[in-house]
T-cell receptor, first 115, second 114 residues
Framework: GAGVSQSPSNKVTEKGKDVELRCDPI?????LYWYRQSLGQGLEFLIY????????KSGLPSDRFSAERTGGSVSTLTIQRTQQEDSAVYLC?????????????FGPGTRLLVL | AQSVAQPEDQVNVAEGNPLTVKCTYS??????LFWYVQYPNRGLQFLLK??????LVKGSYGFEAEFNKSQTSFHLKKPSALVSDSALYFC????????????FGTGTRLTVIP
């Protein structure tokens, strides 16, 4: 079946511009996570959505980062006024529920380069 | 608080030999542990997980992992390495204190030498 998809696969932008990254989770998965993978920082959690509940934004590094999840499905991560340190691979994952035992399935990621 | 340690940045093994990628953890509750593999320019692929039950967990591509509570370890193993196993491996523990996100180790790059 279809896995998690992300778009674009690559994004090059100039410092100060806004970018939007999209994630389509596996159909029927209620939980959706965004992570960032960068050199020197490893994989870090950014934000989490469960159903229609308010998102857990505890991992967002600054107020330039925000995310939405429309209709309990597609999610968009927005980075405003991008900085060079935002350059990283942004990974989206979904799971059937948010239970402790659930497996998270990852998309291929969006590679962001801020010049 | 939870933490995951992968003490080896790099592991090299000859094709056909057994491989081990090490992981130790620290959690405040029940340990829910995961292994993922990342091939170049790809996302993370799930290999296996430990939730409860048998300490030896079998996963994809012939990999297995042994949960050891007394040593707080969850080492990934494979009896006979393939060149195609060369990749970046991540151990992760579930963060049960907040968003239930995964908390990852720093990764171990496995190279299988032909």
């Amino acid at each position: 079946g279809a896995g998690v998809s992300q778009s674009p696969s690559n994004k090059v932008t100039e410092k100060g511009k806004d970018v939007e990254l999209r994630c389509d989770p596996i159909s029927g998965h209620t939980a959706l996570y965004w992570y960032r993978q960068s050199l020197g920082q490893g994989l870090e959690f950014l934000i989490y959505f469960q159903g229609n509940s308010a998102p857990d934004k505890s991992g967002l590094p600054s107020d330039r980062f925000s995310a939405e999840r429309t209709g309990g499905s597609v999610s968009t991560l927005t980075i405003q006024r991008t900085q060079q340190e935002d350059s990283a691979v942004y990974l989206c994952a979904s799971s059937l529920t948010s239970g402790d035992q659930e497996t998270q399935y990852f998309g291929p990621g969006t590679r962001l380069l801020v010049l | 608080a939870q933490s995951v340690a992968q003490p080896e940045d790099q592991v090299n093994v000859a094709e056909g030999n057994p491989l081990t990628v090490k992981c130790t953890y620290s959690v405040s509750g029940n340990p829910y542990l995961f292994w993922y593999v990342q091939y170049p320019n790809r996302g993370l692929q799930f290999l296996l997980k430990y939730i409860t039950g048998d300490n030896l967990v079998k996963g994809s591509y012939g990999f297995e992992a042994e949960f050891n509570k007394s040593q707080t370890s969850f080492h990934l193993k494979k009896p006979s390495a393939l060149v195609s196993d060369s990749a970046l491996y991540f151990c992760a523990v579930r963060d049960q204190t907040g968003a239930n996100n995964l908390f990852f180790g720093t990764g171990t790059r496995l190279t299988v030498i032909p």
